[in-house]
């Protein structure tokens, strides 16, 4: 057995059945330990696109996605892509190849700090040590990406340990789960208290909180408690589209609890006067740090796994008699409720096309089982408001455009059977605009929609608040046929001016069964709510 053949034994154990990937010659002994063992390898066209899909695969199902790069440069283009991963608190593991450790410090070929340049962006980063060592190595790390808080981790893997014969057998080890960190029964008390005593509470929540069985446990607590919870999982913070109009309760709340959320800038610091100045604070996250500026306003901060905790909360709160108070429904109402002249430019049929529109013909095709990514400037922006229904995958709190049609392409290799849509900015689709190409060869059939406005709208809206018309520079781009880049590459492509091409066209993409690209002419008009300061973008 070699050591790449020990390291693909324990990615099995740990349920691996996909890694995404770009070659390299320190890793081709990895590719060669693949054949025959059931795990297959998704050969992108760059090294972030294969980092952005282990992240939405991680998303998706909860277990940590494996993105597998080269040395050096290789490992270098991923390292952008580990930042959204992490913002996202996304479970996933980044393995690079590395050079030969006889080599280590010589010059070798592609030699570079490479667990320090991945440090910054990671959970934990380190470089492989021994050829035996490495399946704990993986184990090692799954535990880690999948513990408290879900994020990525790094291990860079010399090539001599990875083509390196063992010769006493090694036991695969299996997956481990990190100790979890429970709330004190006094804390859960408190916490229910506080509930009680407030007539206005609110619960923010982080992207991992938002998931699939966090989700769950959250809306359980919502349902017994009466207490809402709204997410905080757009670059744009507490001005984020899709919340409506319940971002404006948020000043309103006497209670807000940061359950498995930091008070960073997405929420204004938990200062005022995003928060009201009387507001009572509370936060419960694996690393529950008090801002200074806030501390005499936290009047709970434990150091707990949000999951379990809102577990023990919900089983705590069962005991107990709430009432449901009219602020319930007033934050829900809040969050249904859109500006009365979206309907009207739903339904304008004016070219070029309003944003509303186009999202108006898309919300035909989202239904309960569809795979929504939605990335980029203004347009992404729109959508993020407009758009129903549907599990979401958006860029998220890194703010870094560009892994759309990465994470789409994830989505459809965690999940064939269901839909997968994707609607970028046409900036932001330049960025993996080749993964087309990956969807053509390994038949993944998405379907993208681009909001064409030649701009990079969202800087221009921006040069216009900052600088006046007049100094709005260099954010041009071209009315490009991306659908007929997306035909070059092998998949179907769709362009459309006016709104009686629109639905028809959508239709054609759909049923094409091939990787398309709707590319959709739309008016570059600003996104629905926009302020500046922090958390603008
Ligand atoms: C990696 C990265 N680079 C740059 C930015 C800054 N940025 C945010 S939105 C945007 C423009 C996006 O343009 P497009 O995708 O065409 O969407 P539009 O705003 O035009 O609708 C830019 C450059 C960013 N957020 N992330
Ligand atoms: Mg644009």
Known sequence: MTGAALLVETLRTHGVKQIFSLSGNQILSVYDATIGRDIA?????????????????????????????TAGPGHLNAVSALYSALMAESPMVLLSGHAPRAQRGRGAFQEIDQAGAARPVVKAAWVAESAEGLGNDIARAFAVANSGRPGPVHVSLPGDLLEAKLTEPIAVPPPTRLEVMRLPDAAIRRMLDL?????????????????????????????????????????RGVNDPALHGAASCLPDADLVLLLGKAAD????????????????????????????????????????????ATAQLV?????????????TDEVAQARATLPAEWAAHARADRAPLHPLRVCAAIQRHVRDETLLVIDGGEFGQWAQAALDGGTRLINGLSGSIGSAIPLALAAKVAHPG??????????TFGFHAMEMDTAVRYRLPIVVIVGND?????????QLQHYGEARAVACALLPTRYDRLVEGL??????????????PALARAVASGKPACVNVMIDG?????????????
Request: hydrophobic share 45%.
């Open 195 to 235: 509930f009680a005593e407030a007539k206005r509470p609110l619960i923010l929540l982080g992207p991992a909180m938002a998931r699939a069985r966090r989700r769950q446990i959250v809306d359980r607590l919502g349902e017994i408690t009466g207490v809402p919870a709204l997410v905080m999982e757009s670059p």
């Open 265 to 308: 800038y997405s929420v204004r610091f938990a200062q005022p006067p995003a928060f009201a100045p009387g507001a009572r604070l509370a936060r419960i996250d694996i690393d529950a740090m008090t801002p200074p500026s806030a501390s005499e306003r936290f009047v709970l901060s434990v150091a707990a796994d949000p999951e379990i």
């Open 454 to 462: 030649a701009r990079w709208n969202a800087e221009h809206q921006l």
């Open 41 to 69: 390898l998704v050969h992108t066209r760059h090294e972030a696109a294969a980092t952005h899909m282990a992240d939405g695969w991680g998303r998706l199902t909860e277990t940590p996605g494996v993105a597998l790069v």
């Open 418 to 427: 269901r839909p997968v849509v994707a609607i970028v900015g046409d900036g």
């Open 315 to 327: 089983d705590a709160a069962r005991e107990r008699a709430w009432q449901r108070s009219a602020w």
């Open 525 to 537: 008009v600003a996104a629905p709510t926009y302020r500046r300061g922090p958390g603008a973008h």
């Open 490 to 503: 092998g998949g179907h492509g769709e362009h459309v001016e006016r709104a009686e091409e629109l639905e």
